[in-house]
Every structure is written in structure tokens, then in C-alpha cells.
């Protein structure tokens, strides 16, 4: 085994020395020296939001790390409150997996719209006291950003077929023919 190969064996990988991944987030040693292998191979290893460039600031910065994980999780939480006050029954559950999909990718990789919008909200102070960002106003704006009308046209599609799927199941087995 050359210098330069990490011994995988006397390393964090093994079951000693496990951690929570979450918990690396927090740990700002680790993120230098996740940075600094990005760096040595000459570029963004690309697990995780592609953000270019601004991604190694975003990391480093672990209160704005903390405040794209809430922004995250409040608008999954919003599009559920949404399309649960639609009344779309059992093709909820499917619509808000789809969209929830959609935000993530949409997150993944921003276009410098999406981004300008994201990183206005990650600068309110005010929003991020909570769990969750309570302004319901602010966060519908953004999925109206993030959200574009193909995406609520997947939403509606992918629904759609779910309830027409559940609808022919209940024929087949009730023996309803028409």
C-alpha cells in the first residue's frame, strides 16, 4: 500500500471509531477537511446540493447550514399543508411525495433565479427562531419560485394515475364491470 492510500482498516470507517454522519455537519474539523479533499482532487465531489462554487462558503458557514436544512424542512412541510387543504384524498399522499421530490431537485440545483430567491430568505434573521419558518407568506413565494408549472403538471399527472390505479383496483376486486 503506497503513503498517499488511506488504511481503510485504522480509520473512522470502522465500527470503533462510527459516527453519526449528521453529526459531522456540526463539526467544523471535519468540514476543513472535507473542503480540503475537495480541493485535492480538484473540485466538488458532488454528494450533496450543487450550489458551484459557493458550496464550500455555504458548508463552512454552519448557522447557514442549519438554516438551509430548516428552510428545507419548512417547505416540505408547506406543500404538504397545501395539497392536504386541497382535498385530493388518496392521491395526497403520492402528490406530496412527487413535490416534495421536485423541491429537493430544484434545491440540488438551483438556477440563479431559485438561488438569489434562497439565499434572500436564508439572510431573514426573523424566519429561523423557530422549528419550522412560520411565515406561510414567504414560503408559498418561494415554492411559486421553486415550483414551475411543469413540476405542478407531474404533481397533477403522477396523482391522477394514482387515483385511477386505486379506482381500478376497487373495480377488480369489488367485480364491478360495466
Given at each position: 500500500m503506497s503513503q498517499e492510500e488511506p488504511n481503510y482498516n485504522q480509520n473512522a470507517f470502522n465500527q470503533e471509531n462510527a459516527v453519526n454522519p449528521m453529526d459531522l455537519l456540526f463539526d467544523e474539523e471535519w468540514l476543513r477537511k472535507a473542503v480540503e479533499a475537495e480541493d485535492k482532487v480538484g473540485g466538488n465531489i458532488?454528494?450533496?446540493?450543487?450550489?458551484?462554487?459557493?458550496?464550500?462558503?455555504?458548508?463552512?458557514?454552519?448557522?447557514?447550514?442549519?438554516?438551509?436544512?430548516?428552510?428545507?424542512?419548512?417547505l416540505n412541510r408547506e406543500v404538504r399543508l397545501l395539497l392536504n387543504n386541497w382535498n385530493l384524498g388518496t392521491a395526497t399522499k403520492i402528490a406530496?411525495?412527487?413535490a416534495r421530490e421536485k423541491l429537493l431537485q430544484r434545491l440540488r440545483l438551483p438556477t440563479p433565479e431559485v438561488k438569489e430567491h434562497i439565499l434572500v430568505v436564508l439572510g431573514r434573521d426573523e424566519l429561523y427562531g423557530e422549528e419550522f419558518i412560520s411565515n406561510r407568506e414567504?414560503?408559498?413565494?418561494?415554492?411559486?419560485?421553486?415550483?414551475?408549472?411543469?413540476?405542478?403538471e407531474t404533481i397533477a399527472a403522477v396523482a391522477a394515475d394514482?387515483?385511477?390505479?386505486?379506482?381500478?383496483h376497487q373495480v377488480s376486486v369489488e367485480k364491478i364491470s360495466a
Open positions: 458532488g454528494a450533496g446540493l450543487d450550489w458551484g462554487s459557493g458550496f464550500g462558503d455555504l458548508m463552512l458557514n454552519l448557522e447557514l447550514l442549519g438554516r438551509l436544512t430548516t428552510l428545507r424542512i419548512s406530496v411525495k412527487t414567504i414560503l408559498r413565494e418561494l415554492l411559486a419560485v421553486l415550483l414551475k408549472q411543469e413540476d405542478w394514482s387515483l385511477k390505479e386505486r379506482i381500478m
